[in-house]
């Protein structure tokens, strides 16, 4: 399996889901920043393209990769409920469970590290606009693109805005990313602050991967020419 060095980051992530670990372990935006090859993506983060290549190509080629599903197979309407379905049910059972999670983690913890706390404080900040972010798309934006007669200008505004509410989480999740070292646990952290990491981990991955197909696979089926 060969990957094009000039290749986007948002064809490798669609032609292979296995490929968003890899991008994601390596702090590189295969969602809002999709439009960039690999090339340019590794020469922004510093990165050395050959070994990002290999491990990409290793993914492309496991035997996670042949089971992946292809959002763009589906049809809208299967889109839209496939990502209630899976990620927003998802985000509104993992959010309430890290809350008080964070909260003890910091409490606990942040005299320590007091990274901790502002772990505690980015994570209460993305649980906010996150918890709008799926209210607006499910009251709004997903009743136009499911309509038989969707209201274009409607459509333009809520594409706009939902591109620039993913943009403000991503910024979160790398920050968070970068506050907890990669989610790497010292030595010294406790079952709660591992699970918190993990969770943590875990709900970058799922929310990575719904932007992805929200700005990659159904925004450019109604976003105006």
């Not at 706390?117 to 900040?125: G, M, N, P």
């Amino acid at each position: 399996m060969n990957i094009d060095p000039q290749a986007t980051l948002s064809s490798i992530v669609l032609d292979h889901p296995a490929c968003a670990a890899v991008l994601q372990a390596r702090r590189i935006d295969f969602c809002c920043d999709g439009g960039r090859t690999v090339r340019d993506a590794c020469a922004a983060r510093g990165l050395d393209v050959a070994p990002v290549l290999a491990a990409l190509e290793a993914a492309a080629g496991s035997r996670d990769a042949a089971r992946a599903e292809d959002p763009r197979a589906m049809k809208t309407e299967e889109l839209v409920a496939h990502i209630v379905s899976r990620h927003h049910a998802y985000l509104r059972s993992a959010l309430p469970f890290l809350v008080p999670l964070a909260s003890k983690v910091a409490r606990v913890h942040g005299d320590h590290d007091a990274r901790l706390r502002d772990v505690q404080e980015v994570f209460f900040e993305l649980r906010e606009a996150l918890d709008a972010h799926l209210d607006e798309e499910e009251q709004v934006l997903f009743r136009q693109v499911t309509a038989a007669a969707p209201d274009q200008a409607v459509l333009d505004r809520e594409l706009s805005g939902m591109v620039e509410e993913h943009r403000e989480i991503g910024a979160a999740l790398r920050r968070i990313r970068e506050l907890t070292d990669d989610f790497a646990p010292p030595s010294w952290a406790c079952t709660s602050y591992r699970t918190l990491l993990a969770e943590l981990q875990a709900l970058e991955q799922d929310v990575l991967w719904h932007v992805h197909i929200e700005n990659q696979v159904l925004r450019p089926r109604f976003a105006a020419a």
